[in-house]
């Protein structure tokens, strides 16, 4: 089976230094074994190279009302050796003023002329900058003070590639409205409940950047999101759900992904090849798509042919089978949601 589309190249130059920095790091964890002065000069080139473990990317659009909680609230929740990126993506109303009056180290700031997109934005904050590891966060929202630290230890052993959290819904003015559930949901159930539906909030996604460049990050489709998470499955990397909720997502009538028409058209030819691609990963099934569907942002699933549908619906509930009893189903209340 041919490889699924990849997104956007990212700098390769970015990615060469992170496999330089964990390579660095190694070979300092080895000399501590030997002699404090191999181990110091390891410690001192990877000082030179001064990379940070985690940056958060956060692009903005005309957000003045809600930027700067959500930029405080995030460097307030950042561990050490950490970095907040923004990239103001041609605002017109007061968010270059707002984020002016933000001042911390940590905190890098760019701004585009010309709009180049959510997809396009997060593409150039991946190529500008350099990690272990990427997080991701909304203009609009608010980052939880335990998020990160949680989210990097869940990283620690036989570790996921990707990880996200469940999230609290705010309204506009900030209180609360309801709750993604807060179930965890393990590698081997996401890629399942992907196949019925886009479960994952995308501003709580912390991940492994080299996983994001293997599949070539974000590309230039509508349903960014949910897209490169069906790569990520097609790839074979895995994804995980913790269930604390890491971030306050806020819920407003200008949102994108709330308009009728962005939905039905979320559901296009990229989507559907990844879409896919993941199918044939998972369960083995090849399946052909037709017109986009016009229920929904999460309509892969509806708008495969009535006899590839169910095919796709036994596949997973034949694989949820070997999930623990209330995973699997927690898979069979979201595909009966999704039917």
């Not at 705010?170 to 539906?197: F, Q």
Request: with cysteine; hydrophobic share 40%; aromatic share 4%.
């Amino acid at each position: 089976m041919a490889r699924p589309p990849a997104g956007l190249a990212i700098n390769q130059v970015a990615i060469n230094r992170s496999n330089a920095r964990r390579s660095l790091l190694d070979c300092a964890v080895a000399s501590r074994g030997s002699t404090q002065h191999q181990a110091h000069r390891a410690l001192k080139y990877e000082e030179v190279l001064d990379l940070p473990r985690l940056t958060v990317l956060m692009p903005v659009h005309n957000a003045a009302p809600y930027v700067s909680r959500a930029v405080k609230s995030t460097l307030a929740a950042l561990p050490k050796d950490s970095e907040l990126a923004i990239l103001d993506d041609a605002s017109t109303d007061e968010t270059p003023q707002v984020l002016a009056t933000i001042t911390d180290p940590r905190l890098s700031l760019r701004r585009e002329s010309q709009g180049l997109g959510v997809a396009g934005a997060l593409q150039r904050l991946m190529s500008t900058t350099d990690s272990e590891f990427v997080g991701r966060m909304d203009a609009d929202d608010v980052c939880m003070p335990h998020r990160f630290r949680q989210q990097l230890s869940a990283f620690e052993g036989d570790a996921p590639a990707i990880v996200f959290s469940s999230a609290i819904h705010i309204d506009r003015r900030g209180l609360p409205i309801g709750m993604a559930a807060p179930i965890p949901l393990s590698r081997e159930a996401v890629p399942l409940h992907l196949l019925a539906t886009n479960v994952l909030v995308h501003p709580t996604m912390t991940g492994r950047r080299a996983a994001l460049a293997d599949v070539g990050g974000y590309a230039d489709t509508i349903a960014e999101d949910y897209e490169l998470w069906l790569r990520l499955v097609a790839h074979g990397h895995s994804i995980q759900q913790l269930a604390l909720p890491g971030i306050l997502y806020r819920i407003h009538a200008s949102q994108t992904s709330r308009d009728k028409e962005w939905l039905r058209a979320s559901v296009d030819d990229a989507l559907m090849e990844s879409y896919r691609h993941a199918v044939a990963h998972e369960l083995g099934i090849e399946v052909d798509a037709v017109g986009a569907s016009e229920s929904s942002a999460d309509g892969a699933f509806a708008s495969l042919r009535a006899v590839d549908r169910e095919r796709v619906r036994r596949g997973i509930l034949e694989s949820a089978q070997r999930l623990s009893a209330s995973q699997a189903r927690y898979v069979a209340r979201r595909l009966g949601r999704s039917a």
